[in-house]
Structure formats: C-alpha cells, structure tokens
C-alpha cells in the first residue's frame, strides 16, 4: 500500500507541473493582451504596465520566474484589480463556492442513493421506470435550464427565495437545488446499475441459501459492494465541490471562485487565469489522489495487485 501510495503521489506532483507549463505557455500563446491601448491611454503607460508585472521580459524568464514564485506559494496578482491577488480571491470565493458545492453532493448522494437502490429492488416495476426517466431528465437538461426554471418558480411566481444574490443562507437554497439536480440523477443511475450487477453475484444467492433475510443481504452485502463504484466517481465530485459550479454561479449572481474564473477570462487576466486554473488542477488531483487512497483501503482487490 505503500508502495501503491508513493507512486500516485509522484503522479499528482508531475501532472501540477505539466498543467502549470501547458498554462503559462498556452495564456501568452493567444490573442489578446492585458493592456491594451486605447486612444486616450498613453503607449507609456502599456510599457511601465508590461515593465511591472514583467511582461518586458523573454517568455522563458518569465516561466522560470513564475515557475520560482509558483515553489514559494505566490500565485501573483491581478493584472486589473489593484490590490488584488489570487490567493486573496480563492480565499473569498472557495467557501461560498464549497456550501453550494458540498450542498449539491450531499443532497444529491442521500437523495439519488436512496431512489437508485429502491429502482434496483423493484427492478422493471413502475418505480424502476420513473427513476430511469428522472436519471435520464437529470442527465440531459442542463444546469442552466434547471437553474432557470427554480428561479421563475420559487423566486418569481411564488416568491419563497430570493432570485439571485448572497447575503445570507438564504440565498443558497436555489443554486444548492440546481446543484444538486443532476447529482441526483448521476447517483440514482449509478447505483441502481451497480447494485443490479451485485445482485447477480454468487455471494448473493449464498447469503440467500444461509437464510439471510432480505433486509440483511440488501445492508451487509448489496449496499456496501454497489457503493465501491460512487467512491470513485468522489473524485471529480469534489473537485466539482471545491473549484465551483461556473454557471450556477453565474445565473444566480454568486460571488464564488467560479464567478471569478469568468471574470478573469473576460477581462484577459493573464496571473488570475493562470492561478486559478493551477489552484483548480491542484484541487483536482489532491481529490482524485485521495480518492485513490481510499478505494485502496475500501476495495482489497487493489491492494493484492499493487
């Protein structure tokens, strides 16, 4: 296990790297500058911009120097807003960014648990089937087009919550529903396809011969092996949870990390851009290597082949 450890911690600190080079290189590859012009913006004024943030320099110093700040854990500063910094931005938006994100994955995982374990039990009975077609619902229509449809409904027709905004708890209950709309369906899908192939399996009919009652062979054996595939999909999950749920924030005006990742792209933001996108792809891998921890301990099968 160790072993196995070792490895996907190497993994992790090479993909960083490779996601801090590709970035650096592909923000100065494309079109557009962070200073441009304008006709009433003297052209000295773009060079002492470029001169500070150093951007008169050659690209390879100025990746070796970012690269160098990068180690010591600064992330740099807005090229927009005075003052400003990444680490500053993540610390504002991330926990607005993870009640709506966490909200969604809890509400979605109870929820979308409980009607994919009930579809697999009345397997091809009325039940099954509108589960399906809700997973399927779930699936297909876009967060933007749910998103929409809570806000006419509970803001505007019948006015329980308010439409857009953050000034309280309150203002969470709408983006935590849209979030958690398609977490619900993903789950319900999942396990009743994974508890319909665990139910299959021979330990299944052994339990059954020993006299087991169903309640039994559903807690100790159906449920714990159908949950190994959703400790998988926790990974992109979190990270989900964690890096913000772009258009859920834009359409209920959240001032989370993602509404900032949106903000930087259209301002051309070049250090806020490249710093969220690292931050984001850190919290990525450090999930999906957690993640990986954890189905080793869970699943026995992994570590016996590592």
Wanted: glycine share 10%.
């Amino acid at each position: 296990m160790l072993r196995y450890t070792a490895k996907r911690f190497l993994s992790m600190v090479v993909t960083l790297f490779l996601v801090a080079t590709v970035t650096f290189f592909l923000m100065h590859a494309i079109p557009g500058q962070p200073f441009e012009v304008t006709r009433e913006t003297p052209e000295s004024v773009k060079v002492a911009l470029e001169a500070k943030y150093g951007l008169d320099k050659p690209l390879f110093e100025q990746y070796l120097i970012y690269m160098n700040n990068l180690l010591h854990g600064d992330f740099g500063v807005s090229m927009k807003y005075k003052g400003q910094t990444v680490v500053g931005e993540v610390a504002s938006g991330m926990p607005i960014s993870a009640i709506i994100g966490f909200g969604g994955v809890l509400i979605g995982c109870l929820i979308g648990s409980v009607l994919g374990a009930v579809a697999a039990l009345k397997n091809k009975g009325p039940v099954d089937y509108i589960v399906i077609i809700l997973a399927i619902l779930g699936v297909s229509v876009p967060n933007f087009v749910f998103g929409s449809l809570i806000q006419r409904y509970f803001a505007v027709e019948w006015q329980l919550f308010p439409i857009q905004g953050w000034k309280g708890w309150i203002y969470a209950v709408l983006p935590i529903m849209a979030a958690a709309f398609t977490n619900i369906a993903y789950y319900a899908r999942m396990l009743r396809t994974s508890m319909l192939d665990t139910m299959g399996q021979d330990y299944i009919y052994t339990a059954k011969s020993k006299g087991l009652n169903q309640g039994e062979i559903v807690r100790k054996h159906m449920l714990r092996n159908s949950f190994l595939p959703l400790v998988t999909s926790l990974g992109p999950m979190c990270a989900g949870v964690l890096t913000g749920n772009f258009v859920i924030e834009k359409i209920f005006n959240v001032p989370g990390i993602g509404q900032s990742m949106i903000l930087a792209i259209q301002n051309s933001d070049y250090t806020m851009i490249m710093g969220l996108t690292i931050i984001f792809a850190f919290i990525s891998v450090v999930c999906y290597f957690i993640v990986d921890i954890v189905y080793g301990l869970v699943d026995p099968r992994i570590r016996i082949a590592g």
